[in-house]
Each structure stands twice: as C-alpha cells, then as structure tokens.
C-alpha cells in the first residue's frame, strides 16, 4: 500500500476552496489533508464572545463586529441574540466603519471587536491611529486579533498530531512575509509551501508539498509569488509594532500560547474595552460535546463530531467551527455531500 502524506491546510480559506473548486476529488489517495487553526472566529474562546456580549447589553453601547462573529455563541448567548433584543450590536465590513460611527454618535460607547489574524490586523491598527488623530473619546477597542506562528508551533509540538508537511497561509505570509516559519523546517524538520487561493495555487503548492516530503526536504518555500516575499510588508508590519504588543492568548482547542495575541501598544491602551468597562475575560471551559477543538489541532474530521448535521447546523450553530464561511464544520456541511 501506497506511503499516506497528512498535510495540513492552516487557513481557513484553502479549506472551503478545496471543497469549493472540487479540488479534493482529484487528490491522489497518498494526500489527506486535515484542517487547523486558521479561522480567526473559531479559535477565539468562549470568553470573548461573552466579553463582547456583556458589553453589548450596556446601555448607550454599541458593538462593532464582522458578520461572522456575530452568529458565534458564548455562554451567554450571540451577538445576534443581543442585537435581535435591541442590543447595541452593528455589522461593519471594515474597521474603519466604527470610526465613523464613534464620530457621528458622540453620545454613544462604540466597540471596535478586533478579529483576525496578520492579515486584517493592519486595518485594525489604521482605525486606532484614526480614532487617535480625531480624539475620538468614545471609541474603544477590543482585541481579538492572533499571530499565526506561534500556534503553529504549539501544534507541531504535539507528537500525536504526526503530520508530514504544511499549506501555509498566503494572506498572513503577504504581511509576514516566509521568515517567521523557518522554525517549521529547522526545529520540526518538515516543509511548508506558502500558498494562494486560486485552484491551480493549491494544486500547484500541494504538489511542490508532496515533492519536498516525498524527497525529505525541509524547507519553505513561496508558491503565491505574485504577493508574498521572504520579508512581508513593511508598512503592514511597521503599523502592527506601533499599535499592538504581543501578548499570550487563550485559543479554543490549543489553550494558552506564548506570544500568540496582539494587545494594544502602552500608547493606545486609553482605547482598550477592557479597563473602559471594568471586565476582563476570564477562561471558560468549551461547549459540552463539540469538537471544534480537536477539529482546530487536525485530530478529528468535522464529520466524526456527534453533533455534527444534527444539532449544530450552519443555521443553528452550537460551535463557532460552524459559523464562518471559514469554519471547517461549516465547509464540510456545505460541500462534503457532493464529494
Ligand atoms: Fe462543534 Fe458543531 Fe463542529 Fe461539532 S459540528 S465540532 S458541535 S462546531
């Protein structure tokens, strides 16, 4: 029988893309490929969404959020709950949006809820310089904003997940840039291909993927040329030194990582939600029988879950693993029928 290479996709997009452009029906039988942590709503732990929620439910509070977030359930309901019982909650498409919202409703607390990875952080940073420049004293911030390669790190380090190589993000390594995954090949001795999102770069990365472990080469090496470079973007990564500070973060499925969130830089801290309300998210355990962390660290597949298709659907999501359009639950309810 055939030798079986276990790649892992890290983002969330290469995972519904697979499914999207029917790419996992031309894998050969040696490729599986398993989910991890790159959705940024599904690695938030359950304690930011109640932050977010809590805060939502003040009077004269308005919480900005993207959509996704707004479906993910806490342990004490969603955001579109809150909203849907006259809660101060708003969907935006773009940090900015809470900026000048905070200018045109001076009466009011806006929130800006920071979620994602490298990639949209920089956004998030342009709107507190913002926010700063008009001495906007209503406008807070709040982060739940993560860096990718310190949980990667943690994944690696789990001698159980046995994997033989890594799909790298491509929008994240476009600010980045390739450096900072150097470790994967040297400490782990595996390779990583820095991929694009278009059908023909994910064929293209896998099958350099499979030629570099097929070939015991650890290396990383740049698939998605036409954006990313060795050293990433300066001006993205000048913004995230001057607004944020690395700080340790709690991720759903991986626990607590060394250097894995971005929290607001000394100057900007007058912004920070957490001392303006006086709540400061405390650990809280995972939704009894959801997977969804197992799901993060490639240990199970999104069908293998219980609840999965039955009690938590894309329209009655009971783990945030199924919110996102990003979600590997989500994906695999959408797509996996027609593989
Ligand atoms: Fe969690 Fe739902 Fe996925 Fe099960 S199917 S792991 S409950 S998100």
Request: aromatic share 8%; with cysteine; net charge positive.
């Given at each position: 029988?055939?030798?079986?290479?276990?790649f892992m996709?890290?983002?969330?997009?290469h995972?519904?893309?697979?499914?999207?452009f029917?790419?996992?029906?031309?894998l050969?039988?040696?490729?599986?490929?398993?989910?991890?942590p790159?959705?940024?709503v599904?690695?938030?732990?359950?304690?930011?969404?109640?932050?977010?929620?809590?805060?939502?439910?003040k009077?004269?509070?308005?919480?900005?959020?993207?959509?996704?977030?707004?479906?993910?359930p806490?342990?004490?309901?969603?955001?579109?709950e809150?909203r849907?019982?006259?809660g101060g909650?708003?969907l935006i498409?773009?940090p900015?949006?809470?900026?000048?919202?905070?200018?045109?409703?001076?009466?009011?607390?806006i929130?800006?809820?920071?979620?994602?990875?490298?990639?949209?952080a920089?956004?998030?940073?342009v709107?507190l310089l913002?926010a700063r420049?008009?001495?906007?004293?209503n406008?807070?911030?709040?982060?739940?904003l993560?860096?990718?390669?310190?949980?990667?790190?943690?994944?690696?380090?789990d001698?159980?997940?046995?994997?033989?190589?890594?799909?790298?993000?491509?929008?994240?390594?476009?600010v980045?840039?390739?450096?900072?995954?150097?470790?994967?090949?040297e400490?782990?001795?595996?390779p990583?291909?820095?991929?694009?999102?278009?059908?023909?770069?994910?064929?293209?990365?896998?099958?350099?993927?499979?030629?570099?472990a097929?070939?015991?080469?650890?290396?990383?090496?740049?698939?998605?040329?036409?954006?990313?470079?060795?050293?990433?973007?300066p001006?993205?990564?000048?913004l995230?030194?001057?607004v944020?500070?690395?700080?340790?973060g709690?991720?759903?499925?991986?626990?607590?990582?060394?250097?894995?969130?971005?929290?607001?830089?000394?100057?900007?801290?007058?912004?920070?939600?957490?001392?303006?309300?006086?709540?400061?998210?405390?650990?809280?355990?995972?939704?009894?029988?959801?997977?969804?962390g197992?799901?993060?660290?490639?240990?199970?597949r999104?069908?293998?879950?219980?609840?999965?298709?039955?009690?938590c659907t894309?329209?009655?999501p009971?783990g945030?693993?199924?919110?996102?359009?990003?979600?590997?639950?989500?994906?695999?309810?959408?797509?996996?029928?027609?593989?």
């Amino acid at each position: 029988m055939a030798r079986v290479y276990r790649f892992m996709e890290v983002c969330g997009t290469h995972t519904v893309n697979f499914f999207r452009f029917g790419l996992r029906k031309l894998l050969p039988p040696e490729v599986e490929l398993v989910s991890g942590p790159g959705c940024p709503v599904c690695v938030m732990p359950p304690e930011e969404v109640d932050f977010l929620v809590e805060v939502a439910r003040k009077p004269g509070v308005v919480v900005c959020a993207f959509g996704d977030l707004l479906k993910v359930p806490g342990s004490k309901g969603s955001l579109r709950e809150v909203r849907a019982q006259g809660g101060g909650v708003r969907l935006i498409y773009s940090p900015m949006e809470a900026v000048h919202l905070a200018a045109s409703e001076p009466e009011k607390k806006i929130v800006l809820a920071g979620v994602g990875f490298e990639t949209t952080a920089p956004a998030h940073a342009v709107a507190l310089l913002e926010a700063r420049k008009r001495r906007l004293r209503n406008f807070f911030f709040f982060s739940a904003l993560r860096i990718m390669p310190p949980p990667l790190r943690a994944l690696l380090s789990d001698p159980e997940l046995a994997l033989d190589g890594l799909l790298l993000p491509g929008h994240v390594s476009a600010v980045i840039g390739s450096r900072p995954y150097t470790f994967i090949a040297e400490e782990f001795g595996l390779p990583g291909v820095i991929t694009g999102f278009e059908p023909r770069d994910m064929l293209e990365g896998l099958a350099r993927l499979l030629e570099l472990a097929r070939s015991g080469r650890p290396t990383i090496e740049i698939q998605y040329r036409r954006v990313v470079t060795p050293e990433g973007n300066p001006w993205g990564k000048r913004l995230l030194k001057e607004v944020f500070r690395p700080v340790d973060g709690r991720w759903r499925g991986l626990g607590l990582i060394p250097g894995s969130k971005l929290a607001l830089a000394p100057d900007f801290e007058e912004f920070s939600a957490e001392k303006t309300f006086s709540l400061e998210p405390k650990p809280l355990p995972e939704p009894p029988g959801c997977a969804c962390g197992k799901i993060l660290r490639g240990q199970k597949r999104p069908p293998e879950c219980p609840l999965f298709g039955k009690r938590c659907t894309p329209e009655t999501p009971y783990g945030p693993c199924m919110v996102s359009s990003e979600g590997a639950c989500a994906a695999y309810f959408r797509f996996a029928e027609s593989e």
